[in-house]
């Protein structure tokens, strides 16, 4: 029951934050950009239950808007990640010999650079913006899902099931399709789980350090970074955007772990 | 009084019950054999008996009576006390019950050290006792070696040591033999046997294997869905078995049934043409200098204990492995992709040889799809004709694997191999992982489908028994060659060949 309930509460913050993005004007009447020069600064209350910033915006407004931003960003960066690290790890895993040796190479190379400077690498790169922060992040999570789909690939390739395809006449490529891949999705569908969340804080950072949304965009990592100046005096402008990011990303660990167990 | 007394034991996992109503009784220095299937329930009752129930079972009622003591109401932390020192355990599994970061010889020691039993230079030299006693030459090397160094007989002597190092009054060896070759099996069972006999201690013998327990044992308990379905002196069971659960076992039970040898048809063609197959591994000849010829429709067997090179000739002639010399020529079969149509291989292990996504269906088509084998109607038709044949009910077309017992899949495996109609098929230990009954069943329906189809079989097992009845001749592989061949009436009533010969005693029969 417990365990349970512990899912239960943990898709919660998930539904809701994706609810906000599909569907801001529920939950908020706020304006996220225009603010009420007035009533700056206020903290948490009823009527602005995250408090207002500096130009009188409501931060919770803010915050439900933001979502969007943050949460595309991470399902393109997950998106890039997996799509890529599978299609490495499928091909390291399957081909075997030279070709397997030479992918993973380079797959230690990108797990021995620290996952921040990878991002920050590529965004040099391509410039910022959103979009190419959350390709950045993607492609810092490449060499992750690449290394854990070709260890599951190699994995499938030595069972029974798939001699026995091969021994039905089955053509290489068909039998990859048709039993190795689904066979070998199941953690790494879990890792993407993961990846989500941490894609959200990878995100977020480097929005806070300016590589991400322009200004005035609500765009979570920004929101913290933009409250920084006023955190000896409004502590809610750091924090709760900072809360719900933390929310976000326990709630898709513990959903990860869900997934896992269940394979 | 008796050792050991279990009264009306009831055990459940999660709350489902798996055994009900157990009773029987273990006098001092008896053997007493719990026989049945995989699921009867008898491993459980063994595990209740020390205290080794897995986290989810659970003892609901019923007494274990060992001395006097009822064992069933005691703690955990109080079971200590009495595992090793008055009931020892021999495990199924050699390759997974020794640790192997630590030396054989510290494994031993530890259940001394744990009972407190001398200091450490007494504890050693009992350690090595123990060792030559269990009939391990050099046991002072032995005792600083680590169980990977050891072979599998090798590693069950080491866990008969350490069952027998607090001399127990009792031992419960839960299917001590199952993973062993037949030779060794043999010496195993003789080994625990000469201890009982020396210290008068009693036996608890767990198996599936009713040959087994029909040579060893006093008494026999036969156990079937959880409930005990027949018990008494093992001869008055044998002679004139009371329930008919146990008859058929007995009937089943290849090596205690003495079928009529299956004898080649003349004037056939051969089939398959192995000749001089070599298959080395990084210096290693697996297989050395192979050659046999299968007559169309018949069965081939390759016999051979582990390691003999049976299975790896067996995949060179599939061509899923590459000889390193000599050739394997299959009358008919083409190259490429319609080799495959021709030749087929069923596996081992029913459980692994199965997409566990797949649906049955999608399972028995899939050969047919991969050779494009008529439209969709058509091969729906023919995977129905085919689950017919192997006597499946259509109802698993839309199930999966997991849904299915052992024999199900193996039946499923066999439809796939038909399913783009070859001519040869090469059954690897096809029906080791079945229990008797089912194992009877499946040999039936390999009979009957090569004499409806034609099929001629390559059938590669390490049980002689099973040999016998379902083969025409036999070729007997022992470190890689063949050291003898024949049909099979004429190996198994007069072997040319010292190792056919010891194969052929090693195989358990029934002190009748």
């Known amino acids: ?42 903290a948490p209350s009823a009527d602005h239950l995250f408090g207002t910033d500096a130009v009188g915006r409501d931060l919770f407004a803010r915050v439900v808007h933001g979502s969007v931003h943050s949460l595309t960003g991470a399902f393109v ?8 690290g599978t299609l490495l790890g499928l091909l390291a895993g399957s081909a075997g010999g030279v070709l397997d040796d030479a992918v993973m190479r380079i797959v230690d190379v990108l797990l021995s650079v620290p996952g921040l400077l990878l991002a920050l690498t590529v965004i040099i790169l391509l410039g910022p913006g959103t979009v190419n922060v959350a390709i950045a992040v993607g492609v810092g999570s490449v060499a992750a899902f690449a290394r854990l789909s070709r260890s599951e690939v190699v994995r499938v390739r030595r069972t029974d099931y798939v001699e026995a395809a091969f021994g039905s006449g089955g053509r290489f490529l068909a039998v990859l399709w048709r039993h190795v891949l689904p066979n070998s999705l199941g953690p790494v569908i879990a890792l993407a789980a993961l990846q989500f969340g941490m894609a959200i804080l990878a995100i977020s950072t480097l929005s806070f350090l300016g590589y991400g949304a322009e200004p005035p965009t609500p765009e979570w990592g920004l929101l913290i ?13 750091t924090t709760l955007p900072g809360a719900v990011v933390v929310a976000v990303v326990l709630a898709a660990g513990r959903v990860s772990r869900s997934l896992r167990r269940h394979e | 009084m008796s050792l050991l007394e279990v009264c009306d034991l009831a055990v459940s996992y999660d709350g489902r019950r798996a055994v009900e109503g157990i009773s029987f009784a273990v006098e001092p220095g008896e053997v007493v054999a719990v026989v049945g299937e995989s699921g009867s329930g008898k491993s459980t009752t063994a595990h209740a008996v020390i205290g080794l129930l897995p986290a989810n079972g659970a003892v609901d009622a019923g007494r274990i009576l060992l001395g006097g003591a009822d064992l069933a109401t005691w703690s955990s932390k109080r079971m200590e006390s009495v595992r090793g020192a008055q009931i020892g355990l021999i495990p199924q599994d050699p390759s997974s019950s020794l640790d192997p970061v630590k030396t054989v010889g510290a494994q031993i020691a530890e259940v001394l050290r744990i009972h407190g039993r001398g200091d450490r230079r007494a504890i050693r030299r009992r350690v090595v006792d123990l060792l030559a006693r269990v009939g391990l030459p050099d046991p002072e090397r032995r005792a600083r070696q680590y169980p990977h160094e050891l072979s599998g007989g090798m590693r069950q002597r080491v866990l008969i040591a350490i069952a027998i190092a607090l001399e127990p009054r009792l031992i419960i060896a839960d299917e001590p033999t199952s993973a062993l070759d037949v030779t060794v099996q ?14 008068g201690t009693a036996l608890l013998l767990v198996t599936h294997d009713l040959a087994v327990a029909a040579g060893r044992s006093d008494r026999l308990v036969v156990m079937r869905g959880g409930r005990i379905e027949e018990q008494g002196p093992t001869k008055q069971v044998l002679a004139s078995p009371a329930a008919g659960y146990t008859e058929r076992l007995l009937n089943d039970a290849p090596a205690l049934s003495a079928s009529a040898f299956r004898d080649p048809p003349d004037g056939a063609g051969p089939a ?17 200098g192979v050659s046999f010829e299968v007559t169309r429709g018949t069965t081939h067997a390759l016999v051979g204990e582990s390691g003999s090179g049976k299975t790896t000739t067996a995949r060179m002639v599939v061509r899923f492995a590459e000889p390193t010399s000599g050739t394997v020529s299959i009358a008919g079969a083409g190259e490429g992709r319609a080799f495959r149509r021709h030749v087929q291989l069923v596996h081992q292990n029913p459980y692994g040889s199965l997409d566990p996504r797949q649906s049955i269906g999608d399972i028995v088509e899939e050969p047919l799809r991969n050779f494009r084998l008529g439209d969709r109607a058509e091969r729906r038709a023919r995977v129905l004709d085919l689950l017919e044949r192997v006597a499946l009910p259509q109802d698993v077309l839309t199930r999966r694997p997991r849904e299915l017992s052992g024999g199900q899949r193996q039946r499923v495996a066999i439809a796939r191999a038909l399913a783009a109609g070859p001519e040869v098929v090469v059954l690897d230990e096809a029906v080791s992982a079945l229990d008797v009954t089912v194992q009877a069943q499946i040999l039936d329906l390999l009979e009957q489908l090569q004499r409806d189809l034609g099929l001629t079989y390559l059938f590669i097992s390490h049980d002689l028994a099973v040999v016998r009845q379902i083969s025409h001749t036999v070729s007997v592989m022992n470190k890689g060659s063949i050291v003898e061949s024949g049909t099979t009436r004429q190996v198994f009533t007069d072997p040319r060949h010292e190792y056919t010969r010891e194969l052929l005693a090693a195989i358990p029969e029934p002190a009748l």
């Open chain 2, 186 to 199: 043999r010496r195993i069972l003789d080994l625990i046997d000469d201890l009982r006999a020396e210290s």
């Open chain 1, 77 to 84: 960066a997950v998106a890039v990640g997996l799509v890529a």
């Open chain 1, 1 to 42: 029951m417990t365990r349970w309930g512990g899912l239960v509460l943990a898709w919660f913050p998930i539904a809701l934050v994706v609810l906000w993005a599909v569907a801001p004007g529920l939950f908020t009447g706020y304006d996220p950009i225009a603010g009420v020069p007035a009533e700056k600064l206020q």
């Open chain 1, 225 to 237: 970074s933009e409250g920084r100046n006023y955190l000896a005096t409004s502590w809610w402008l």
């Open chain 2, 272 to 288: 398959i043409v192995v000749r001089d197959l070599v298959k080395e591994f990084k210096g290693f000849r697996a297989v050395d």
